[in-house]
């Protein structure tokens, strides 16, 4: 008899749901509900097929490489901000320079601290049109570094010049995951 209880007592035990909290930081550092959004070129004239995944060679984002290039995704972090997400790297800011070329940040988008980012994602649906500071004119660049493997680098127009002579224009779609 009393192997049968101690029997049905473990059979309990081990059937009750248990109940198991984590510390605080912990929900709070994996309860992450800022939109997450991967990057596109659209070439003209080529539809759906000319649809180019934004990728990361070094600091530059680019498009169009076979090798040596990550893809990666950008959190919308809030003050109209976002941070890139890549494989073995941890989150840094995108933002774009002076000239427009897009730039990665060594360090995370800081919100809160009283700047806007610029970014803003529209549209109803997965996919989103990317706009910054409300420019839409995106471009690109040969390398200047590394013409032969560095790609087309991704810039925004800003002011009356680009980056280069015969830039190659394309709008940037986003696509939320």
Known sequence: MLFKTLLISATAVLAAPIACEQPQEHVEANSNSNPKYSLNAILPGQGASGMKGLQIRG??????????????????????LVNVESPGQGPRELYAADNGELVINEHPAQVGKGYDGGWKFEGDGPVKSVTYYGANEWYSCTSKDD?????????????DNYACKDPIHFTVAATKE
């Open 147 to 159: 013409p032969l493997h560095g790609g087309q680098v991704v810039y925004i127009k800003k002011g």
């Open 59 to 80: 600091d530059d984002i680019v498009y169009g490489l076979t090798q040596g290039y990550s893809y990666f995704k950008l959190e919308a972090v809030g003050d109209n």
